[in-house]
């Protein structure tokens, strides 16, 4: 069972993690900053309908946009060095998460999943199918993986006062602006990590 422990400064524990999980963890990294065409193209969509138009914003928003993704990568892999086997629970492994970061891991964890939708040309239709019933095993894995990054991604989210999301397929905007817009529970925090958490 993931617990999730928050200190009095914010600072957060993810424990109780199966490996399956931990696995899928230490692939956003690289799915972040793949060069896979699908992948790019479902993280920088496409903006204009007009070509010229398009290409004049990818040159100018593209290398800000890859900066991003390549930091919260970073941010990812400096976390995960903190992984080991949770003694607490006896059972999975804990990573530290700490708060400055929390921002950063759920725009990874959400770019993470739309990663894996397109690399593996998962369609709405198989995101409510249920896990195993793809015929196969592969793309049956990466719909397990983006459950479990909403999962945790669900979970940081209800630390932060939020509802708990659902992976859109349709929704391709990857920021986290729409965040802003919505007043958590109990009260209006500033913003999801109270700071920009790519600025460590």
Known sequence: MIRIEQ??????????????????????????????????????????????????WQRLVGPELRHLFASRAEIVRED????????????????????PHRAAWLAAL??????????????????????????DPERDLALLRIRLLGMLQAALLEMEGYGFPE??????DLDDEDLDDEEPEGGDPEGPAGEDADER
Request: charged share 30%; aromatic share 4%; net charge negative.
């Open 167 to 172: 992976f859109d397929p349709g929704d391709e």
């Open 7 to 56: 200190s009095p400064l914010g600072d957060l524990t993810l424990g109780g993690l199966p490996a399956v999980v931990v696995d899928t963890l230490h692939r956003i990294p690289e799915l972040l900053t793949s060069e896979d065409e699908a992948i790019r193209g479902r993280l920088e969509p496409r903006t204009y309908e007009e070509d010229d138009e398009d290409a004049q």
């Open 110 to 135: 959400n770019g993470a999943s739309h990663a894996l939708y397109a690399l593996h040309r998962l369609t709405p239709a198989d995101v409510e199918r249920d896990i195993g019933s793809l015929g």
């Open 80 to 99: 995960l060095v903190s992984l080991r086997p949770d003694d607490e629970l006896g059972e999975g492994y804990r990573f530290d998460l700490p708060a």
